[in-house]
C-alpha cells in the first residue's frame, strides 16, 4: 500500500459501473426466460461475458482499496459493497446458467409466471441501484433508494414463497421439483444480496451522520 | 465514530437480550412441532417478531460498535458474537417458517420425534447460552459453558444424522423427502451457529489470558 | 497480544502442514471410491482424523496471530489461506462422510466415473498447493501455481457439471439423485475453495510487488 493516489476511475465510478452491469444482466436473464433453447444458450453465454466484466471490476476495486491511501468510506465498507454487486451478479448468472444445464424448457405456466415475478422483482432492484449510485457520495441522501429495496426484497420473498408452495403442489415430476427449486432459491439469494448492499449504504450514511 | 461513550445499555446487556431472544424463540419452535395448523400459523407469527426483536437489538449493537471508543473486547469480536446469535435466531425462525410453508402436517412418527431431539438440542444450548452471558465480562470462567456447547453440537450432529437416513429409508413421496430435508438441514445449522458463538467466546478468552 | 515472537513451528510451515494433510485427506478420498462397504467406514473414520488433525492446525495458526506482534503478511490474510485450506478439508471430511451416511453402495457406472473425475481433480489441487507451500515465502514466485488451481478449477467445474447432468438423465430413483446431487456438490465446493485460497496467494503477492 503505497501514499499514492491512483489514477482512473473512482470508486464511485467503479460501483456505478457494477450497478449498470446488472441491469444488463437482468435484462439478459429476463429475455432467456421466453425464449427458446438455443436462443437460451446465446443468452447464457452474454450473461456470462458480463459476468466476466463484472469480476474485472470488482477486482479493480480490491486492487485500487490496496492501492490507496486514503478512501472516501472505510475502507471494508468499500469492499463489501462491491463484493455484494458481485453477488448479485454471480447469482444472475448461476440462475441463467441453471436454467441451460438443467434443460428447462417445459415449465408449466403457473410456475413460469411466478419465477418471471421473481426476475422482475430482480430487474427493479437492479434499476433502483443503477438509479442510486451516482448519488453514493451523500449516502445520507439515499435512504429512499435503501427503503424501497428492502421493500422489494420483501416483495421478491413472497413471490418465492408462492413459487415454491405452486412447485411443491404441482405434481410435476420430482426431479423436475428438485432443477426448478435450485433455480428459485438462488433468485431469491439474489434479492438478498441486493438487500444485503441497501444495507451496506445504510450503515455507511449512519456513520457519516 | 466520536470520542462519546453511548449511554443506553452495554454489550453484555445486549448480547444477553440476544440469548434471552433465543430461550423464547426455541420456545415457541418446540410447541409448533406438536400444535395444529392453525395454531402453527400464530406460532411462527410470534417467532417472526421475536426475530424481528433480535434484528433490532443486533442493529443496537452494531450501531454501538460504531459510536464506542473504547470496547471491552475487540471490535470485531464482539461484532462477531452479535452476528453469530442473530443467525441462531435467523435459523430457528427460517425452520418455523417451513414448517408452515411446506405445509408440513403429517410428519410420520419416528422422524418426528427425531426432528424433536434436534429442537430439544437446541433448547438447551439457548438455555446454557442466556445462562452464561451474564458472565461474559470473564470470560475465562466460561470454559464449561463453550465444552458443554461442543458437546451439544455433537450431540444434534448425531441427531440430526439420525434423522435424515430415517427420512431416507422412510419410503416417503420424495416431494416430502426434499421438504423435511430442508427443515432437519437448517435445525442443523442453528446447532452450528450455537458452536460458532461458544468458539467465538473461548477465542476471546484465549486473547485475554 | 503481545510483543513477544511465539517459538514453535512459522506461519509457513503450519499452512504446509495443512497442505500436506489435504493430500492424505483426499488420497483417503480417492480410495473410499473403489473400496467396500465395511472399508468405507474405517477410511471414514481415518478421513476424520486427518480433518481434526487439521483442525489443530488451523488452531495453531489463529493462536500464533493472536500472539505475533509482526507477521510476514497481513493478518487477516494469514488467516485468510488458513481458513480456506480448513474450508478444503472440511469439504472433502463431508464428501466422504455423506458417502458412508448415505449408504452409496450402488453407484451406476457412469456417474461413478464422473465422480471419480472431480476426486482426481480434487487431487491434482491439494498435489499443487502442497507443492506450492514452500516457496510461499515469495508469493510473486507462485504465478504458475494459482494459474493452474485456477484451470483445475474450471475442468473440475466442468466434470461438475457433467455428472449433475447426467445424473438427472439417469432415470435413478429421485432419492438416490438427491443423495448423490449433495456429495457432487460437496467436491464442486471443495474445488472452489482451492481455487479461493490461490486467489488469495494471488492477491498477497499483487500487495507485495
Known amino acids: 500500500m503505497g ?3 491512483p ?4 470508486f464511485f465510478d467503479l460501483l456505478s459501473a457494477q450497478a449498470d452491469q446488472l441491469v444488463t444482466g437482468v435484462g439478459l436473464l429476463a429475455t432467456m426466460l421466453g425464449a427458446s433453447p438455443e436462443e437460451r444458450v446465446a443468452l447464457r453465454d452474454q450473461l456470462h461475458e458480463v459476468e466476466h466484466a463484472g469480476d474485472e471490476v470488482n477486482h479493480q476495486v480490491v486492487r485500487r482499496l490496496n492501492l490507496s491511501f486514503v478512501t472516501p468510506f ?3 465498507d468499500l469492499g463489501f459493497l462491491a463484493a455484494r454487486l458481485d453477488d448479485c451478479m454471480d447469482l444472475m448468472d448461476e440462475a441463467g446458467d441453471l436454467i441451460v444445464l438443467y434443460g428447462l424448457n417445459e415449465i408449466p405456466d403457473d410456475v413460469s409466471e411466478l419465477i418471471a415475478h ?6 427493479r432492484c437492479a434499476d433502483q441501484t443503477a438509479k442510486a449510485m451516482p448519488g453514493l457520495k451523500s449516502p445520507l441522501d439515499l435512504r429512499e433508494y435503501w427503503v424501497e429495496i428492502n421493500r422489494l426484497e ?3 420473498d413472497q413471490a418465492y414463497r408462492r413459487t415454491l408452495t405452486t412447485l411443491f403442489d404441482s405434481g410435476l415430476d ?3 421439483i428438485i432443477k426448478l427449486k435450485d433455480v428459485i432459491e438462488v433468485l431469491e439469494s439474489c434479492a438478498d444480496a ?3 448492499f441497501a444495507n451496506g449504504i ?3 450514511a449512519v456513520k457519516e451522520s
Request: no cysteine.
Open 3 to 5: 501514499l499514492r493516489s
Open 7 to 10: 489514477e482512473g476511475p473512482t
Open 74 to 76: 472505510d475502507r471494508e
Open 118 to 123: 421473481q426476475v422482475d422483482v430482480l430487474t
Open 154 to 156: 420483501n416483495e421478491g
Open 174 to 176: 420430482p426431479v423436475m
Open 194 to 196: 441486493f438487500e444485503d
Open 202 to 204: 445504510e450503515s455507511i
